[in-house]
């Protein structure tokens, strides 16, 4: 459980969040808090499967998936945006668990390599069925997300201002799940399944469906960031969710430190808005990111979240010393 | 092959002994029982059931549990929490109750708490919660392997090597330790190098040959059996 004043802390966060589109109502600004929080639900998502001990090097493939789905339910099918999110969730959801009873029998490197291969087969399923995925060009004119409250009124959510709130609600949903996830004792049986895999086995921990659990868990949260993010940039194409794109997932939770949601977290706010404040070097965003990585392990192994943690130990003990001296 | 034409009937309540020279397949053995290994042939029956190709940890749950030869823990965890994280497989209420942290999970919680204390004290190792696993004396750590296997509240309990590694006065805390456990009503079938161990505790004995068996009977038959001092005992100058 948290502690009684870490929960105020968080609450007062929570809702300091909400303010934020009042307090500095910036279109530009806004469009590059609503991708960290889109990429937050994404990096914690993938934390999940990595807290198991796996790396998946597909996540951004799920995100495209609830994208495609969302788009087509809303334009094919005509659903509200209310049933196309949550069915984008599922739809990642049961693709983890379609793949992953074969993906997640793989040990160490081979998990990696055919995460890669499982990844680059989306895609190009993708960009090769013009219809109804539009084929490269992917799914354009996407309508903004139509909400009905109640019977007669419905919002649009057009204004960058309406989707800040829903993609805020989303991704503070998100977080409290799998941060409750993490506390129960399923979350302490997918760390020990990822300490010492064989003796989680042997003492009674089904290893394999705990694996089973986050991956599914976190296809289902990565079709939601995709909905999102297709409603919100009005397109999909197999362009928006490459390789990069699930590197850059892991490359935030290293940055960040892979303890815990508070790590993803870090690194979503330090690196999403780094290259939209270096417009004139985007193609150099890669080089950046491989830069930072290495520096990030090279001096920091635990990440932004270790670096914090000893700052806040030695804050700790220089008090008590304080206290002692006056 | 590793292990080959073996037949053999473990009584229940008693403590069964697996000797043999090194490379004999005793841990293949255990391996396969607790079906780390899959055997190309042949059978374990446990409680009149076939357990062959069950995955390892339903076999944990159904009261068989296994230690490790090595030194096996949550190393960075502290011996409290690795006598936690060793009841986390059992008794698991389901994914809704877990997620909702419901009631049954935090009565639960508590009846975990109270064996965890019970099982440290039980093996000497309560003064040494707080301390982190890997830092352990490596006596302890091998405790500390068969208190996290008892957190399983095993029927029978395989033991691989508990001695290996240990001095004296470590050997006889973990021999009574053994005998207690056994008195509790737990078979133990037992993997050792150390023939004192062995024939000071054991019902019955199995010895292993080049993953052959060659001898099973009581420990004093199997301390007169010629084939055995020939291939095991003969080397033994104390034993001979």
Sequence with gaps: MIPQGKTYAILALSIFLFFIPILWPDEFYLNVIISTYLQIILAVSLNMIIKTGKLSIAHAAFMGIGGYTSALAVMRLGLPYLLALPLS???????????????????????????????????????????PFGGPTGII???????????????????????????????????FLIQR?????????????????HLAEFTGI????????????????????????????????????????????????????MGGITGPILGSIFLVPLPEFLRGFVEY????YGLILILTLWFMPAGMLGVLNKILDWMKARKPRKEAST | ????????????????????????????LLNLISNMYVPNS????????????????????????????????????????????????????????????????????????????????????????DSQAKALPYGYQKLLGLAIALAGDPQLIMLDEPAAGLNHDERLHLMSAIQKINQNGVTVILVEHDMKVVMGLCHQILVLNYGQMIALGAPSDIQRNEEVIKAYLGEDPELA
């Excluded at chain 1, 993490?182 to 010492?196: F, H, L, N, P, V």
């Excluded at chain 2, 034409?5 to 000797?19: A, M, Y």
């Excluded at chain 2, 008794?91 to 965890?116: C, M, N």
Aim: glycine share 10%; net charge positive; proline share 3%.
């Design chain 2, 1 to 28: 092959m590793a292990v080959n034409q073996v037949t053999f009937s473990v009584r229940q309540g008693e403590i069964f002994g697996t000797i043999g020279p090194n490379g004999a397949g005793k841990t293949t």
């Design chain 2, 42 to 129: 042949g059978k374990i029956l446990y409680r009149e059931r076939n357990i062959v190709g069950y995955p390892p940890n339903a076999i944990a749950k159904s009261g068989l549990v296994r230690t490790f030869q090595s030194t096996v823990s949550y190393g960075e965890s502290t011996v409290w929490e690795n006598m936690m994280r060793a009841q986390l497989g059992y008794h698991f209420l389901g994914l809704w109750p877990e997620f909702l942290i419901t009631r049954a999970v935090r009565e639960r919680r508590k009846v975990q708490t109270e064996k965890a204390e019970a099982l440290l004290q039980f093996l000497g190792l309560e003064s040494l919660r």
């Design chain 1, 89 to 131: 969730g599922l739809m990642g959801a049961c693709i983890a668990i379609l793949v992953g009873r074969l993906l997640l029998k793989l040990q160490g490197v081979y998990f990696v390599l055919v995460t890669f291969a499982f990844g680059e087969v989306i895609r190009l399923f993708f960009v090769n069925l013009v219809e």
């Design chain 1, 181 to 197: 996830i993490y506390q129960s004792s399923i979350g302490k049986a997918m760390d020990c399944t990822r300490e010492t895999e």
């Design chain 1, 141 to 175: 004119n996407i309508p903004p997300p139509k909400i009905t409250v109640f019977p007669g009124t419905t919002f649009t959510i057009l204004s960058k201002v309406s989707y800040y709130y829903l993609v805020l609600l989303v991704m503070l949903i998100t977080l």
């Design chain 1, 285 to 288: 965003q890669r080089v950046l």
């Design chain 1, 206 to 257: 089904n290893t394999f469906q705990q694996k089973m659990f986050a991956f599914a868990a976190g296809g289902f949260f990565a079709g939601l960031a995709g909905s999102l993010f297709a409603h919100y940039y009005r397109y999909i194409s197999p362009e928006s969710f490459t390789f990069w794109e699930s590197v850059n997932l892991i490359v935030i939770n290293v940055v960040g430190g």
